[in-house]
């Protein structure tokens, strides 16, 4: 899948759940697969409330981003 073809993917995603990702600054601290693994498992406009429930609970109750350190730069997958 295309960069291009996983953002239309997420926003379409978002939307169906009833969360606008143009004002929901916690999309910024998680991977599109990790958003789109949540957001298939979501209902219908679940909202945003449900979206940071199951992204809470999926990372053991920490929402935060992963320090910088956490990552290989040469590999953003890891």
Excluded: C, K, W, Y
């Excluded at 998680?30 to 498992?41: G, M, Q, S």
């Excluded at 409330?49 to 890891?78: K, Q, Y």
């Amino acid at each position: 899948m295309t960069d291009n073809q996983r953002f239309t993917m997420l926003l379409a995603e978002f939307r169906r759940v009833g969360v606008d990702p143009d004002t929901f600054s916690a999309v910024l601290s998680i991977t599109p697969d990790e958003a789109l693994r949540v957001l298939h498992d979501l209902d219908d406009d679940a909202g945003p409330a449900a979206f940071l429930a199951r992204l809470r609970r999926d990372r053991g109750g920490d929402a935060r981003p992963p320090a910088a350190h956490d990552h290989d730069v040469a590999n953003p997958e890891s």
